[in-house]
């Protein structure tokens, strides 16, 4: 777990300014979209929360497998 953890670091500590920025809106629409589940004025905007959500999420679990993989093969 412990080198699992630290493989994460590594490749985290590669991000650019694209990979930070696209974790932010990650974060942001998590966030928002926690908070539409309980406000029901937004709701009609939640299928866009949650797309914009997940789409991030992807890109940001795809980014960091890829630097762990390229770290793992570069040692």
Known sequence: MKQLIERVHNAARTYSVLDFGVLKIC?????????????????????????????SFIYI??????KMCADRNGK
Not at 61 to 66: A, E, G, I, M, P
């Open 27 to 55: 974060l942001f629409a998590i966030g928002l979209w926690t908070g539409i589940v309980y406000a029901r004025p937004l709701r009609s905007r939640l299928c866009f929360i949650q797309s914009t959500a997940l789409t």
């Open 61 to 66: 679990l795809y980014t960091t497998f890829r």
